[in-house]
C-alpha cells in the first residue's frame, strides 16, 4: 500500500538553529499539504501545493519558515531559526486533485526545540 | 483557526460498548471527514460524508449530518481495545481548494 514518506520521524535542535523536514507524498498525488499540530490539538495547515504551487500559505510564518516542492514530487519545510514555540509535531499529507479530498498522511516529525 | 469542536473531549467505554462522538461547525461546507489518530499509524481517514448525504456507515462506524445543525457525530458500534485512539473531525467549505479544517478531537479510550 503506497504511503506518504516523511523524515527524519524526530529532531530535537536548539533555538536559532535551523531545521528542515522532508516529504514525499503518494506517487501521482498533485496536492501536497504541511501541518503543524501541537499536542492536544487538531492539525493547522501551513502550506498547499498543487503540483510546484504554493495554493495557500497564509498561515505559514514566513519570517521564519519556508516551504518549496520543486518538481512537484517532493518537499521540503524549512524553519530558520528556529523558536521554542516551533516545539510540535509537523504533518505531511497528499491527495488527489479533485473534490474528494481524502487526504493521506505521513508518520510526522516531532520536532523539540529546547 | 479551527471550525470543528468535537465533543466530548475525552470518552472512556468499555470494550464492546458504542461510543459517540460530535462534531460541531461553524460555516457551510462542501463535505465532512472523520480521521483517527493514534501513535502507531498516525492520522488515517476513516470516512466522509457530504453535504447533501445524511447518514453513512462503514463497517462499525455511522455517520450523520445534519446541516441545518451544523453537526455531525460519530458513532463505533463494539467498540475494540484497537479503537482506542484520537477522533477528529474535519471540514472543508466552498472556494477553499479544498483545504480542511480541523476540530480538536475527542480523546477515546477503550478499556478492555
Known amino acids: 500500500e503506497a504511503e506518504v514518506a516523511q523524515s527524519p520521524r524526530y529532531k530535537i535542535t536548539e533555538k536559532s538553529q535551523a531545521v528542515a523536514f522532508w516529504c514525499d507524498p503518494i506517487?501521482?498525488?498533485?496536492?501536497l499539504y504541511w501541518y503543524r499540530q501541537i499536542l492536544g490539538q487538531g492539525p493547522e495547515l501551513l502550506v498547499q501545493f498543487q503540483d510546484e504551487s504554493v495554493v495557500d500559505d497564509s498561515q505559514l510564518p514566513k519570517d521564519r519558515f519556508s516551504a518549496e516542492r520543486l518538481k512537484g514530487v517532493d518537499s521540503t519545510l524549512k524553519i530558520q531559526p528556529a523558536e521554542l514555540g516551533d516545539s510540535a509535531m509537523y504533518l505531511c499529507a497528499s491527495s488527489l486533485a479533485g473534490n474528494h479530498n481524502e487526504q493521506f498522511f505521513g508518520p510526522g516529525t516531532r520536532l523539540t526545540v529546547l | 483557526s479551527q471550525q470543528g469542536e468535537e465533543d466530548p473531549q475525552a470518552l472512556s467505554i468499555q470494550e464492546g460498548e458504542n461510543a459517540t462522538m460530535n462534531c460541531s461547525y461553524k460555516t457551510s461546507i462542501n463535505n465532512l471527514q472523520w480521521y483517527r489518530q493514534n501513535s502507531g499509524r498516525g492520522l488515517v481517514h476513516l470516512i466522509l460524508?457530504?453535504?447533501n448525504e445524511r447518514e453513512k456507515h462503514s463497517g462499525r462506524l455511522r455517520v450523520t449530518l445534519d446541516t441545518s445543525k451544523k453537526s455531525s457525530s460519530l458513532l463505533i458500534t463494539a467498540s475494540r481495545a484497537a479503537d482506542t485512539a484520537s477522533y477528529f473531525c474535519?471540514?472543508?467549505?466552498?472556494?477553499?481548494?479544498?483545504?480542511?479544517?480541523w476540530g480538536a478531537g475527542t480523546k477515546l479510550i477503550i478499556k478492555p
Open positions: 474535519a471540514t472543508d467549505a466552498p472556494d477553499s481548494n479544498y483545504q480542511l479544517i
Open positions: 506517487s501521482g498525488h498533485a496536492t
Open positions: 460524508i457530504r453535504s
